[in-house]
């Protein structure tokens, strides 16, 4: 039914489909009303996404045991799940990217096959709960919203692979060491969050391959940034597009693993460090990638030009 414009309700029979696997009305932008209660014991695969009309989540009647994705992204109006949802003890993805949710789903360290989380665009709720282990703080500071976003506690996901968290309105000194505790991310996404610096906590992720922090307001680099071989040393890709830095440390060579730098609409970088054009060579005998696109003062500086001819080659 992905795509049924149309679509405004769902006859409640529908709840009730034991067999069902796969249930997807990605699109269905018209639609207003599920079920109250569904209870389809073999659904896998559950995706709203872009339902920007549903205005609840209906209660779960039953397990759902083998439910292992649920997308609720550019669901607008959603504002919560049902605390049940704890029973789908199988959940390895969840998505609720640009959702009203503003209270963080209390259930949600109980999810112990969760993978993949996206919170993307939330606003945060008016309070924490106290019974919540947060990885997040309050710091209102500088910030535009007058409260920082909240985010549930992430103790325990240790199969926790991917998270994103963009335009979360994250704040320097938000991320606290907790975040250590998932031992098992591979992949963050941090884009468009408010940060002077990279948060050092982040080192103490070895297994993380993707880390992006574009827009992120970072103008500030310094060496001690990026930390020894034993943190971040896993690192495949780092994003730090649309930010505000003049330089790049020279201990970004550090992380021999890095296949991918962004530093793109980055337009107050000025100079790449020696050692930096150096460890191109270097990077293993996969092709790495340096893009720079509308880096402007750096293109006015000869010996940044020069370090690019040198030593970063394009096919």
């Given amino acids: 039914m992905e795509g049924c414009t149309r679509l405004v309700h769902v006859h409640p029979s529908l709840g009730v489909l034991k067999r069902l696997?796969?249930?997807?009305?990605?699109?269905?932008?018209?639609?207003?009303?599920?079920p109250t209660k569904i209870g389809m014991e073999s659904l896998e695969t559950l995706i709203l996404s872009g339902c920007s009309n549903l205005a609840r989540f209906p209660e779960i009647d039953g397990k759902m045991e083998h439910l292992k994705t649920l997308d609720l992204s550019d669901c607008y109006k959603v504002e919560y799940l049902p605390e049940n949802l704890h029973q789908a003890e199988s959940l390895e993805e969840l998505d609720l990217r640009k959702t009203?949710?503003?209270?963080?789903?209390?259930?949600i360290s109980q999810l112990k096959n969760l993978k993949i989380l996206s919170f993307d665009g939330c606003k945060g709720p008016s309070k924490l709960k106290g019974n919540l282990l947060s990885l997040f703080k309050v710091s209102q500071r500088g910030r535009m919203n007058s409260i920082a976003p909240m985010l549930p506690s992430l103790f325990g996901l240790s199969s926790l692979t991917k998270l994103k968290l963009r335009n979360c309105n994250l704040g320097e000194g938000d991320i606290s060491s907790a975040i250590s505790c998932l031992s098992s991310l591979t992949s963050l996404d941090l884009n468009g969050n408010n940060f002077n610096s990279i948060p050092a906590s982040l080192a103490q992720l070895s297994k993380l391959e993707d880390l992006s922090?574009?827009?992120?307001?970072?103008?500030?680099?310094?060496?001690?940034?990026i930390p020894s071989d034993s943190g971040l040393s896993s690192l495949r890709e780092l994003?730090?597009?649309?930010?505000?830095?003049?330089s790049i440390p020279a201990s970004l060579a550090r992380l021999s693993n890095l296949q991918y730098l962004g530093v793109c609409n980055c337009r107050e970088l000025e100079t790449l460090p020696v050692l930096l054009a150096r460890k191109t060579s270097d990077w293993k005998h996969n092709w790495?990638?340096?893009v720079a696109i509308n880096c402007y003062r750096l293109a006015e500086n000869m010996s940044a030009i020069t370090l690019l001819k040198r030593h970063i080659k394009v096919d």
């Fill in 288 to 290: 790495s990638y340096f």
């Fill in 213 to 225: 922090l574009s827009n992120c307001g970072l103008f500030n680099i310094g060496e001690g940034d």
């Fill in 21 to 34: 696997k796969l249930l997807n009305l990605r699109g269905c932008k018209s639609l207003r009303s599920l």
């Fill in 100 to 107: 009203a949710i503003k209270e963080p789903p209390s259930f």
């Fill in 239 to 246: 994003d730090l597009n649309g930010n505000n830095f003049t």
